[in-house]
Nanobody, 130 residues
């Protein structure tokens, strides 16, 4: 059973930085698609960043150039480095993991299609004040 545990959320002022972590356990092998999503109150959950087994990355337009999605395979940990944070980045952030190694193997075309991901963490809150 795959388990994902997020950490690193908190409160920060506009322009600040945070790094979220997602510790994964239960995988029998490394190298699967993983992603970060977020959900603000009253809004739909939206994709933020994703990475596949070949380290190909994809970012939502709203965070491109500000967020990155590094990973440490030795530690089975995915990160979300968030810089130049804005109040509109305030949301609950969720880590997600896929049983597929790539969009091609999943026969999907959108990194943020929730059908790509079978496993979800409980979320960590990020609050950005102006």
């Amino acid at each position: 059973q795959v388990q994902l545990v997020e950490s690193g959320g908190g409160s920060v002022q506009s322009g600040g930085s945070l790094r979220l972590s997602c510790a994964a356990s239960g995988y029998t092998d490394s190298g699967y698609c993983m992603g970060w999503f977020r959900q603000a109150p009253g809004k739909e959950r939206e994709g933020v960043a994703a990475i596949d087994s070949g380290s190909y990355t994809s970012y939502a337009a709203s965070v491109k150039g500000r967020f990155t999605i590094p990973q440490d395979n030795a530690k089975n940990t995915l990160y979300l480095q968030m810089n130049s944070l804005k109040p509109e980045d305030t949301a609950m952030y969720y880590c997600a993991a896929s049983p597929f190694t790539s969009l091609l193997s999943a026969k999907l075309s959108n990194w943020f299609d929730r059908r790509l991901y079978n496993y979800w963490g409980q979320g960590t809150q990020v609050t950005v004040s102006s």
